[in-house]
């Protein structure tokens, strides 16, 4: 049936070359929506993945089959690499090739049967509950610095717990971790999680961490389940989402507060603030507490120093002691002085006495001359002073004698 | 720790909980609020001395627990918190 906007006639001559033919018909598959974006579930066939990296492969089932071509850069994306006789779900665009007049399908993705459907459900919850706002910024409350408490919500007997309490134990294990168990996956899951949640509520803990281990999109499906994602959002404590998967997201991981790829690297961001960072912070508080207390003595002792030189400077002892050294100095003085002077007499006397000495008539005697002396001692310097025959005293440099004068 | 002080009878008569009772936050947040009020500077020598006192034994103790820690885990069994049992 020909669409009025290709008009045939408006397009080429009425018989038609093949090139003509085969643009035509591509172009016409390729403007209906509908096989330009068709989910085509089958069985894969022929599977061929070539060096340069694009793949090659068919999808049938019991009544027909069609060719498929899957382009490298796609193919990079998929985690699921199909082997022939695997069921799956295509998503792509129908297409000719036109050189080689082949119909086929241009693969963007293939899914495991079953899982197309999950992801259309995933896609249309995600829209739903962003569009209520349950993943706005705004919402996101940050984590507690030094959780006292906190909640875990995961399977008791799997991995992921063990990984958890071990990064806890190491990184901080001043918390009190309280476990919530529950099973992680199957359809009992969903409710059993919400319960598990809730029942963490009334024991407030400061922080919940929501883990499992990785596993297929059916095995993780109970953290896509809409129920689980309201009770996560309606806590009312911070949230951190630790489901262990490479690639795609759940949508816990878009509620919780915090998304962590793993369970480890969850109970890694609740423990940010490590131990080992909180040894240090008290050694800082010690070192600090020792330098002020450090600074206040020092501070108080050179106070003191300071009033103490004033007072010194200031104290009548010091007046005192300068007093008496004053007075010191001045007696040193005057004894040298006094000294000097006595000195100075003696040897005035010395010189004095010699003299004295040198002209002495005690000396004249000496030279021979003598002393003569009545006896009543009057010295005798005439002849008329020495009566004949009366005695006379003579005095001698050595000595005296008496005589008797004669004549 | 670079001095030795004793106590003044005056500031122990203020009713401070026991240091060895002290969980970590309360020694640590104890801690933190003497350091600012020494750095503060308007204390009186003595007090200024026990009050580094006390910091100095709020440090220890901080220090202690830190050490000691062992992470305590508890699990919900029905509504009642048990002690966790590793599983096999």
């Given at each position: 049936?020909?669409?009025?906007?290709?008009?045939?006639?408006?397009?080429?001559?009425?018989?038609?070359?093949?090139?003509?033919?085969?643009?035509?018909?591509?172009?016409?598959?390729?403007?209906?929506?509908?096989?330009?974006?068709?989910?085509?579930?089958?069985?894969?066939?022929?599977?061929?993945?070539?060096?340069?990296g694009h793949w090659y492969f068919s999808l049938k089932d019991s009544g027909a089959q069609i060719n498929c071509v899957m382009w490298r850069q796609r193919a990079a994306y998929q985690r699921y690499t199909p082997r022939d006789g695997d069921a799956v779900e295509i998503e792509g665009a129908v297409t000719l090739y036109e050189t080689r007049g082949q119909y086929q399908l241009d693969v963007a993705r293939i899914l495991p049967q079953g899982e197309g459907a999950l992801y259309a459900e995933f896609a249309r919850l995600k829209s739903q509950l962003e569009a209520e706002g349950l993943f706005a910024a705004e919402r996101k409350r940050s984590l507690p610095l030094r959780p006292r408490r906190i909640g875990l919500v995961t399977s008791p007997a799997a991995a992921a717990l063990r990984d958890m309490l071990n990064v806890l134990r190491r990184?901080?294990?001043?918390?009190?971790?309280?476990?919530?168990?529950?099973?992680?996956?199957?359809?009992?899951?969903?409710?059993?999680?919400?319960?598990?949640?809730?029942?963490?509520?009334?024991?407030?803990?400061?922080?919940?961490?929501?883990?499992?281990?990785?596993?297929?999109?059916?095995?993780?499906?109970?953290?896509?389940?809409?129920?689980?994602?309201?009770?996560?959002?309606?806590?009312?404590?911070?949230?951190?989402?630790?489901?262990?998967?490479?690639?795609?997201?759940?949508?816990?991981?878009?509620?919780?507060?915090?998304?962590?790829?793993?369970?480890?690297?969850?109970?890694?961001?609740?423990?940010?603030?490590?131990?080992?960072?909180?040894?240090?912070?008290?050694?800082?508080?010690?070192?600090?507490?020792?330098?002020?207390?450090?600074?206040?003595?020092?501070?108080?002792?050179?106070?003191?120093?300071?009033?103490?030189?004033?007072?010194?400077?200031?104290?009548?002892?010091?007046?005192?002691?300068?007093?008496?050294?004053?007075?010191?100095?001045?007696?040193?003085?005057?004894?040298?002085?006094?000294?000097?002077?006595?000195?100075?007499?003696?040897?005035?006397?010395?010189?004095?006495?010699?003299?004295?000495?040198?002209?002495?008539?005690?000396?004249?005697?000496?030279?021979?001359?003598?002393?003569?002396?009545?006896?009543?001692?009057?010295?005798?310097?005439?002849?008329?002073?020495?009566?004949?025959?009366?005695?006379?005293?003579?005095?001698?440099?050595?000595?005296?004698?008496?005589?008797?004068?004669?004549? | 720790?670079?001095?030795?002080?004793?106590?003044?009878?005056?500031?122990?008569?203020?009713?401070?909980?026991?240091?060895?009772?002290?969980?970590?936050?309360?020694?640590?947040?104890?801690?933190?609020?003497?350091?600012?009020?020494?750095?503060?500077?308007?204390?009186?020598?003595?007090?200024?001395?026990?009050?580094?006192?006390?910091?100095?034994?709020?440090?220890?103790?901080?220090?202690?627990?830190?050490?000691?820690?062992?992470?305590?885990?508890?699990?919900?069994?029905?509504?009642?918190?048990?002690?966790?049992?590793?599983?096999?």
């Amino acid at each position: 049936m020909t669409l009025p906007l290709f008009d045939p006639k408006a397009f080429g001559p009425e018989t038609w070359s093949v090139s003509d033919l085969n643009r035509y018909v591509r172009q016409h598959l390729e403007s209906d929506f509908r096989l330009q974006a068709a989910r085509v579930r089958g069985e894969i066939s022929g599977f061929r993945a070539y060096p340069s990296g694009h793949w090659y492969f068919s999808l049938k089932d019991s009544g027909a089959q069609i060719n498929c071509v899957m382009w490298r850069q796609r193919a990079a994306y998929q985690r699921y690499t199909p082997r022939d006789g695997d069921a799956v779900e295509i998503e792509g665009a129908v297409t000719l090739y036109e050189t080689r007049g082949q119909y086929q399908l241009d693969v963007a993705r293939i899914l495991p049967q079953g899982e197309g459907a999950l992801y259309a459900e995933f896609a249309r919850l995600k829209s739903q509950l962003e569009a209520e706002g349950l993943f706005a910024a705004e919402r996101k409350r940050s984590l507690p610095l030094r959780p006292r408490r906190i909640g875990l919500v995961t399977s008791p007997a799997a991995a992921a717990l063990r990984d958890m309490l071990n990064v806890l134990r190491r990184r901080w294990p001043l918390a009190e971790v309280l476990l919530s168990p529950t099973p992680v996956q199957g359809p009992e899951a969903p409710p059993q999680i919400v319960t598990a949640l809730q029942a963490l509520i009334p024991l407030q803990p400061d922080v919940i961490i929501l883990a499992r281990g990785g596993g297929s999109l059916e095995d993780l499906w109970a953290f896509n389940d809409e129920r689980v994602a309201r009770a996560l959002a309606a806590m009312p404590m911070p949230t951190v989402s630790g489901v262990g998967h490479e690639t795609d997201f759940t949508i816990v991981d878009f509620v919780a507060d915090v998304r962590a790829p793993t369970p480890s690297a969850a109970a890694e961001l609740v423990s940010s603030f490590s131990v080992q960072d909180l040894r240090a912070e008290v050694d800082a508080a010690s070192d600090r507490l020792n330098v002020v207390l450090q600074d206040a003595l020092a501070t108080r002792q050179a106070a003191l120093n300071a009033q103490q030189a004033e007072l010194r400077r200031l104290s009548p002892v010091l007046q005192l002691t300068l007093a008496r050294q004053h007075l010191s100095a001045l007696t040193r003085r005057a004894a040298s002085e006094m000294h000097h002077q006595l000195a100075l007499a003696r040897e005035r006397h010395q010189r004095l006495t010699q003299a004295l000495n040198g002209i002495s008539p005690l000396a004249v005697l000496q030279r021979g001359y003598a002393i003569v002396r009545t006896p009543d001692g009057n010295i005798v310097r005439q002849t008329r002073e020495a009566p004949v025959g009366g005695r006379l005293q003579v005095r001698v440099s050595d000595g005296e004698f008496g005589v008797k004068r004669e004549t | 720790m670079f001095y030795e002080v004793s106590m003044s009878p005056k500031s122990k008569s203020k009713a401070k909980p026991e240091i060895e009772e002290l969980p970590f936050e309360a020694a640590f947040a104890e801690l933190e609020a003497i350091v600012a009020q020494l750095e503060a500077g308007q204390l009186p020598l003595e007090e200024s001395l026990a009050l580094f006192e006390r910091g100095q034994a709020l440090a220890a103790r901080c220090g202690q627990l830190l050490e000691n820690a062992e992470l305590k885990v508890k699990q919900l069994v029905g509504s009642e918190l048990e002690d966790f049992k590793a599983e096999e």
